[in-house]
């Protein structure tokens, strides 16, 4: 193993902690104020954040005779798309996350760790036998996880898993677009035009009132510049020189930082039947990817 592999698995590892802790972040923030004012909040701050970096690598470029510009026209468009798409993923997340644990929703919400190959089988793509196997173990470990002995699924677990598809329609749209424009100033629109949309639904259907954010500060404050910021940084650099399916992997450990950080700072304690769920969704995220290891012409694309 060289040594830029073990820093870019840090720096993943790192990451994947950072978007496991963030499920705790949500859960605490829920206390204090509603689902789409605190997306708002922390979408805007990620979007904000992002805009320093993009003009400092813009002013290194253009010192090394690269092209200043920017395209905003297009990247705007894709933008908007994927910002729509990300909305509605986040919306469906941070509502459901009221009604379940910042651990179940971690492993849920990773379940398109499984979907984003499956979903290759749209554009015709073939799914080798280890994707197959993998979405298996994952949806046992998801009827342990989340289906009660009667065969219902909780609300909030469902709404979650809702948002598992749109994470992955999300990935698809990255992997798209981001070759075509500049993927910082991509991050920073959609992140820019799901805060708008979010703080228009929070600005008719919720009442915001600015105690209730200021007492959300240190969630908001991490969910904006450390989960969407920092981390989406973090990936998007490392994956320059990362595998894609090896990034994969280590990133849908935040699944159980998740679980982790619900259990120290929530006090949340998952069954052991729980426990088995998350380990056989872990171990199917895992599968999934191996063909795409041995095979890197079937990458996935990542967020």
Not at 150 to 179: C, E, K, M, Y
Not at 251 to 271: K, N, R
Not at 284 to 301: D, E, K, W, Y
Request: include cysteine; hydrophobic fraction near 50%.
């Amino acid at each position: 193993m060289t040594p830029r592999t073990v820093k870019d698995d840090s720096l993943l590892l790192l990451t994947a902690a950072i978007w496991g802790f963030a499920f705790v972040a949500q859960r605490a923030g829920m206390e204090h104020i509603q689902p789409f004012t605190y997306n708002g909040v922390r979408f805007a701050l990620g979007s904000l954040s992002l805009i320093p970096l993009i003009f400092l690598l813009r002013h290194r470029s253009s010192r090394m005779g690269g092209s200043p510009r920017l395209r905003l026209g297009r990247s705007a468009k894709y933008g908007l798309l994927c910002g729509s798409v990300l909305f509605t993923a986040a919306s469906l997340q941070q509502v459901g996350i009221v009604y379940t644990t910042a651990g179940k929703a971690g492993f849920i919400t990773g379940m398109y760790v499984v979907l984003v190959p499956l979903s290759g089988l749209l554009w015709k793509q073939r799914a080798g036998w280890s994707r197959w196997v993998g979405a298996g173990l994952a949806l046992v470990g998801l009827y342990l996880l989340s289906i009660t002995r009667d065969f219902a699924i909780a609300r909030g677990d469902f709404l979650v898993l809702l948002s598992a598809l749109f994470w992955t329609a999300h990935v698809q749209l990255i992997g798209l677009f981001s070759p075509k424009t500049d993927s910082l100033v991509l991050a920073s629109i959609q992140f820019g035009v799901c805060s708008l949309f979010s703080l228009a639904v929070a600005a008719v259907a919720e009442t915001v009132v600015l105690e209730g954010i200021l007492r959300a500060a240190i969630p908001i404050l991490y969910g904006g510049l450390c989960s969407v910021g920092i981390a989406y940084t973090l990936q998007v650099v490392i994956q320059k020189t990362a595998h894609p399916a090896h990034a994969a992997i280590i990133l849908s450990l935040e699944g159980a930082f998740a679980v982790l950080g619900g259990w120290l700072i929530l006090g949340e304690v998952l069954s052991l039947r729980g426990l088995l769920g998350c380990a056989l969704m872990l171990a199917g995220m895992i599968l999934s990817q191996t063909s795409t290891l041995r095979n890197p012409a079937a990458v996935t694309p990542q967020p």
